[in-house]
T-cell receptor, first 113, second 113 residues
């Protein structure tokens, strides 16, 4: 299955600032997915990122808050903008491996203070 | 939107015991996936189920895709300390690659040596 590298693995940020999370896949994939996992909670899909088009956001998530880039078939970024403590979560990128299911990166643990 | 009810929320067992957890939904899914998440890591796929009634094993793990396509269970036999973690079920409703996943709330498993 694909290997996903996600950076940074963790960060502590000041409220009002922005953080950009990078996701690199070792093979070309059509769709990449960004999830949020709040403390002690399950995974919630933020958006689906396709190369060459704007990301598709789930209900409750907007582009101004979570801008996404997808410049090529192996890379994507998610920015968490104007952060508040409520944005403290684990952010995960994922790709669909077909028969092998969805593969996830190891996540970015964000703490906003 | 679609929701998955996963139970139990947590389990505390002795090493060597068998474990069973399940997920139910009011919606039909075409694919059921079971993941395990260790602290500080992203979820890792354990078993994927693609056909109603399918029973699949992966070592000490066995999972079934319910005949109604609205439920699935995961059994772990002869548990060991490294089975500790959070187990998530996930359902995929679409038939094409890239269809969104819906996650259960997770089962926190603790194994006492």
């Amino acid at each position: 299955s694909a290997v996903i590298s996600q950076k940074p693995s963790r960060d502590i940020c000041q409220r009002g600032t922005s953080l950009t999370i990078q996701c690199q896949v070792d093979s070309q994939v059509t769709m990449m997915f960004w999830y949020r996992q709040q403390p002690g909670q399950s995974l919630t899909l933020i958006a689906t990122a396709n190369q060459g088009s704007e990301a598709t956001y789930e209900s409750g998530f907007v582009i101004d808050k979570f801008p996404i880039s997808r410049p090529n078939l192996t890379f994507s970024t998610l920015t968490v903008s104007n952060m508040s403590p409520e944005d403290s979560s684990i952010y995960l990128c994922s790709v669909d491996q077909g028969w092998y299911g969805y593969t996830f990166g190891s996540g970015t643990r964000l703490t906003v203070v | 939107g679609q929701q998955l009810n996963q139970s139990p929320q947590s389990m505390f067992i002795q090493e060597g015991e068998d474990v069973s957890m399940n997920c139910t939904s009011s919606s039909i899914f075409n694919t059921w996936l079971w993941y395990k998440q260790d602290p500080g890591e992203g979820p890792v796929l354990l078993i994927a189920l693609y056909k109603a009634g399918e029973l699949t094993s992966n070592g000490r793990l066995t999972a079934q895709f319910g005949i109604t396509r609205k439920d699935s269970f995961l059994n772990i036999s002869a548990s060991i300390p490294s089975d500790v973690g959070i187990y998530f079920c996930a359902g995929q409703s679409g038939e094409t690659s890239g269809s969104r996943l819906t996650f259960g709330e997770g089962t926190q498993l603790t194994v006492n040596p």
